[in-house]
């Protein structure tokens, strides 16, 4: 039987795709062969035989020869600009495992020094420190290497910690007797000296000094179009159609879209001027349109990092001989009054949170916020929502709360889970529990600490091993078919786009992908290889590969 959306809608379909293997992430219809389209949306959905039926004169007909098709990919957690990509030193690669020599980044860095002018900050980007050639992480004292006149910072790619030289500290005046302030540290080696590393809240300090290229007026417009365009080009590569923008420039992103180099639909979340524009102003989450809509807020920093080991825990980081337990940036009290204040201004709240303590902290604050001005619906988010335990499942699911969780880590990052030990890792990116407590978790690969694939998400969802072989909390392993629903349905879900987006369901936007192989019958451990043949979204080819 045919489903249409309405019998006038589906004849005469703009296209017809015939002869798939359609996963539609649609309960009701699992799987089919054919689809029709028709003015960017899905106007149909089933067999060969009763879709071709539909055909009219002007009917573009495509025959899928058997290959796969599945629902447009949806990152729900992505620090989008693209400029680093673009114009910035990397000295590690976005996209996928690579190690590096400190040798290697030192010579990217000194290169940029010769032409950075007096004052002004040497930046490299992408760093990894489980990733580097030499087994061990950068120094001050590599960095000394790089210049001893300018300053030089080497962010890691997880954006909570980084790399100093001399004259930076130098600039900022802090040395070895310097105190940590609270929610950050700058990191000492065993005789009490300065490694160069410093952790979140310590890292503001520092970065206040010195200078940074400006750019101004048409010149900055031009640069953050062209990253917005280059970037959009990549996420349609790896199959993205929908992705949650973590800020990045309002006005730009406008252009792009109105030039035609916008390719996927965003989701846009506000942070600081443009939060506070919605504000107020009165535009509540849902403004806009199906390319480009006010979402969530950007995530809001509650504690550290994951993959960087700053995360506020209950228990200390295992090893540890201080006992150490992450960094909590922010006070119980301050995160109350601004979660009140956006909820109140009917924005999605927001908040990362990675730790068992730091959720603890932003659920008590939806909680409070929810119960001041309730809301059915209200679907706050918490990005990363890493390390839980059942308390916390059982709060998640009592506030409707949608988490997004690390998505390209399980397999891009088993390097850094010895930190933790298997007996965290169990609870950790807790696909397994959250879905079976009946939670909607969706998939943040938060580039640029996570490859934005999505295929190699799903692999490591589906296997939970990494590049190297390891495996770490096999108990949250999910099945191919909840992992598509993850990286799709449940992203539409947590922007609260169910109803037009997230499955091959007629009446959706015609978003979709055609994969070479089969991702449900392939080796598991072989699904982030699987090439992507055809990016569509609208019903437009947005990518071909
Ligand atoms: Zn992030």
């Known amino acids: 039987m045919v489903r249409a959306a309405g019998e006038m809608r589906a004849r ?42 539909l055909a009219g004169v002007n009917t573009e007909i ?27 030193a990397l000295v590690g690669n976005p996209y996928d495992v690579e190690f590096v020599s400190i040798a290697s980044i030192i010579d990217k860095l000194r290169e940029r020094a010769a032409s950075t002018p007096a004052d002004t900050w040497v930046e490299g980007y992408f760093y990894d420190d489980t990733k580097s050639k030499d087994e061990r992480a950068l120094t001050m004292h590599d960095l000394d290497l790089v210049s001893n006149d300018l300053p030089v910072v080497v962010i890691h790619r997880g954006g909570h910690t980084a790399f100093y030289n001399s004259k930076a500290f130098k600039m900022a005046d802090v040395g070895k007797s310097t105190p940590n302030p609270p929610g950050g540290t700058y990191d000492r080696d065993a005789n009490g000296e300065l490694t160069g590393r410093v952790t979140d809240n ?18 900055a417009l031009r640069r953050d179009r062209d990253g917005l365009a280059y970037i959009s080009k990549q996420f349609v590569r790896f199959g993205l159609t929908s992705v949650c923008h973590e800020s990045g420039n309002l006005h730009a992103l406008q252009q792009v879209r109105e030039r035609g180099d916008l390719l996927h639909r965003v989701s846009y979340e506000a942070d600081g001027p443009e939060l506070e524009a919605m504000i107020s102003g009165g535009m ?18 509650v504690d550290g990092s994951f993959s960087e080991r700053t995360m506020a825990m209950s228990v200390p980081y295992p090893g540890s001989k201080v006992g150490y337990r992450g960094n909590l940036t922010e006070s119980q009290d301050v995160l109350n009054t601004w979660c009140e204040r956006v909820h109140r201004a009917g924005i999605q709240m927001n908040c990362h949170a990675n730790g068992d303590v730091a959720i603890d902290h932003v659920l008590t604050a939806y909680e409070r916020a929810l119960r001041l001005v309730p809301q059915p619906d209200a679907r706050p988010k918490i990005t990363h929502c890493t390390l839980v335990n ?31 030990g298997e007996a965290l890792m169990k609870r950790c990116m807790a696909f397994r529990t959250l879905m079976d407590a009946g939670v909607p978790a969706a998939a943040g690969s938060d580039f640029d600490p996570g490859p934005f694939s999505p295929l190699m998400g799903i692999q490591g969802m589906v296997t939970r091993t990494g ?39 007629p009446g959706k936007f015609a978003d979709y992908v055609m ?17 992507v ?12 590969g």
């Open 62 to 88: 495509f025959d899928a020869q058997h290959m796969t098709i599945v629902p447009g990919f949806n990152d729900s957690h992505n620090h989008a600009p693209g400029n680093e990509l673009l114009y910035e």
């Open 284 to 301: 509540a989450t849902g403004l806009g349109d199906e390319w480009l809509r006010l979402g969530a807020t950007c995530e809001h920093g």
């Open 533 to 544: 043949l055809r990016t569509v979204v609208d019903g437009v080819t947005r990518y071909q």
């Open 467 to 505: 590049w190297n072989g390891e495996v770490w909390g096999a108990n949250q392993r999910i099945s191919v078919a909840e992992a598509l629903q993850v990286n799709t349905l449940n992203g539409a879900y947590a922007t609260r786009e169910e109803r037009v987006k997230g499955s091959i369901t």
């Open 12 to 53: 005469d379909p703009d296209l017809i795709v015939v002869n798939g293997k359609v996963y539609t992430v649609d309960s009701r219809r699992p799987t089919a062969e054919s689809f029709a389209v028709k003015d960017g949306r899905f106007v149909a959905v089933g067999s060969t035989t009763d879709i071709r039926a």
């Open 390 to 420: 059942d308390e916390l499942v059982r709060r998640i699911k009592a506030i409707g709360a949608v988490p997004a969780l690390f998505t390209s880590y399980a397999y891009y990052n088993p390097d850094k889970f010895h930190f933790y």
């Open 202 to 219: 310590a890292r503001t300090h520092i970065d206040a000094v010195g200078k940074r290229r400006q750019y101004v007026g048409e010149e």
């Open 515 to 531: 994969l070479a192989e089969d991702l449900h019958t392939i080796d598991a451990g072989k699904i982030k290889d699987i090439k």
